[in-house]
């Protein structure tokens, strides 16, 4: 477990017993227990101009360093210098751990392009294989996967599909998921895939009618670990589940820590504004924890 002295004094919790900050970290978020953390998250516009903001990267650091993968979503820098940014300064945070990133070819139609990222503690898990999946006419933006391995947990490898989905294109996107996780599943010859990210899976963007014609939402080997009431967004103003995480295979949903799969509200446990919360993103991640392996809860 890694306690920041930076994050004790920004909860301003210096005069607390240790016992006390344990349990006000592992209720925020900020440690995990035993556990191996995924989040899926949609970092709005994240080019250089977030990347050269202090105050939003100290808090993206803070967000990010709590997870062994981090998938992220809407990069939108082509000379890719904001993510070298943001791993330079994740590597400063967090010496305990080397964090490497694996990223997704531009994606988007017309001019607009963004990138998907997938963020990892290299000292704890490797990638072994990725591919980008779809097509143009398929997606807007080609979904993205990643085979990944790990001895820390309690399933050796898994296969993690992250999609941001057209908000006009949802429900179309969502159903073609289905034939993606198919797909992956014979290329890589697993059941254990976890669907996560902007899906755009909630409010006018999927009308309850359409529900009824999701195979991914209707296919009963399907998991959905965020509920239609649970609310992803930063704002007041609104109330949408727009990010899931999604999960097949059962040896992958035994590995899951029941409970565990819920938006982080970095509003909250970082006490910030609304204003500056939104300052980093109009989004919560979504999150899900994985039990550990036996050998790492040896270790710990």
């Known amino acids: 477990m890694d306690m920041n002295m930076q994050t004790f004094i920004h909860l301003g919790i210096l005069g607390m017993t240790h016992t006390a900050i344990l349990l006000l970290l592992l209720a925020g978020g900020l440690l995990t227990a035993s556990t191996f953390k995924i989040c899926a998250f949609n970092i709005r516009s ?71 990222v997938f963020v990892y503690r290299k000292d704890i898990v490797s990638v072994i294989d990725w591919c980008q999946l779809g097509d143009s006419e398929a997606f807007v933006r080609a979904p993205f996967a990643a085979r990944f391995r790990s001895s820390y947990t309690a399933i050796l490898e898994f296969v993690l599909l992250l999609h941001h989905a057209s908000p006009r294109e949802a429900a179309h996107e969502l159903d073609l998921l289905f034939e993606v996780c198919m797909e992956l599943m014979q ?31 209707n296919n009963p080997a399907f998991h959905w670990l965020i509920s239609d009431a649970v609310d992803t967004t930063v704002s007041h ?43 980093v993103s109009d989004h919560y991640p979504v999150e899900v924890n994985l039990q550990l392996s036996p050998k790492a809860q040896r270790e710990l």
């Open 237 to 279: 103003r609104t109330c949408c589940a727009y990010d899931r995480i999604i999960v097949h295979g059962e040896e992958l949903l035994a590995a899951v820590v029941p409970g565990s799969a819920k938006p982080f509200n970095f509003t909250e446990v970082l006490r910030l504004t609304e204003e500056e919360a939104l300052e």
């Open 46 to 116: 994240f080019g250089r101009a977030k990347a050269s903001n202090r105050k939003v990267m100290g808090t993206l650091v803070q967000i990010l360093s709590r997870c062994d993968i981090s998938a992220v979503q809407e990069v939108r820098d082509a000379r890719g210098s904001a993510i070298r940014i943001l791993l330079r300064e994740l590597n400063r945070h967090d010496s305990s751990h080397h964090y490497r990133h694996l990223e997704s070819k531009r994606l988007g139609r017309g001019s607009y392009k963004e990138q998907m």
């Open 187 to 217: 290329k890589w010859k697993t059941e254990n895939v976890m669907v996560l990210g902007d899906l755009n899976a909630a409010g006018a963007y999927v009308p309850a009618s359409a529900w009824a014609g999701i195979r991914l939402r």
